[in-house]
């Protein structure tokens, strides 16, 4: 017999939940304001001070990455075969590059975290079609999430898109529960069965961030203890939102403020 981990998965109530929507905006409002630097020439490190000072000094938030079990930064750039935790630096992006930019704010004491890709120049059809691939996937997870649904139907939903068009799902690092603490329960796994796994209440909150890889699914860290890369240095793409739970289906809480226009 083996123990099911226990699994402490915290319900946040009405004034947290509305809390959770305060720094999931100023999260995405973060990405909202870095996307027209995003350009060719831009080093990584400016990214990440120009983020920085907004988010300090504009927000009045706290870059939750920065000094986060010691990683330097205050947002994650990855860049091609980088899968996730990129450290910004002195990079250049040129024509052809695929960036993910993953920022995690707090604001009075709750976390909204949100990664999307940025296409550089001209990017190849290729690179193209990863990142909106990976796009895809995560909502289609998202669209799983209603309370009495359970998390693997959000990982299978996720795992059937990848692989039907020939990529693969990252193991190793998976979506969490977040809320005062940047990574709680629970993991979210962005594979599984359908059908299994934690069942959802309404109150929770959660990251759905899948990495996708263009070739084989596995990974190696660097001896910075942090950048993830693809084994193989194939091309890797993500895009990630926090959700809310709620009795009839999900909110997304850092939406940009293209995804909050009225229709
Ligand atoms: N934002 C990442 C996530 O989606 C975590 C970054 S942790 C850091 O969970 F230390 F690398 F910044
Ligand atoms: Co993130
Ligand atoms: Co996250």
Request: charged share 20%.
């Amino acid at each position: 017999m083996l123990m099911a981990r226990q699994v402490q998965v915290s319900i946040k109530s009405p004034a947290e939940q509305q809390a959770m929507r305060v720094a999931g905006r100023l999260a995405a409002d973060v990405l909202d304001m870095i996307t027209p630097r995003v350009v060719a020439g831009v080093t990584t490190g400016e990214l990440d001070r120009i983020c920085h000072d907004y988010i300090v000094n504009e927000q009045r938030a706290i870059p939750a990455p920065l000094n986060y079990k010691g990683f330097p930064k205050s947002i994650c750039t990855s860049v091609n075969h980088v899968v996730c935790h990129g450290i910004p630096g002195e990079r250049k992006l040129r024509p052809g590059d695929i960036v993910n930019l993953d920022v995690t704010v707090i604001k009075d004491g709750f976390h909204g975290d949100t990664s999307r890709m940025f296409l550089i120049g001209n990017c190849s059809v290729q690179a193209r079609r990863l990142s909106s691939v990976a796009f895809d996937s995560m909502w289609l997870g998202i669209r799983q999430v209603a309370a009495g649904h359970k998390l693997g139907d959000v990982g299978n939903a996720i795992q059937q898109n990848v692989e039907s068009h020939g990529y693969s799902i990252v193991r190793e690092y998976c979506g969490h529960g977040i809320g005062r603490v940047f990574h709680e329960d629970p993991q979210v796994l962005h594979y599984g069965e359908k059908d299994t796994g934690l069942v959802l209440e309404a109150g929770m909150t959660f990251t759905v961030e899948p990495m996708v890889n263009a070739g084989r699914r596995h990974v190696k860290l660097l001896a910075d203890g942090w950048t993830v890369v693809t084994k193989d240095h194939s091309l890797t793409a993500q895009w990630e939102h926090t959700v809310l739970v709620t009795p009839e289906g999900f909110e997304v809480l850092t939406l940009g403020s293209a995804d909050r226009a009225a229709p």
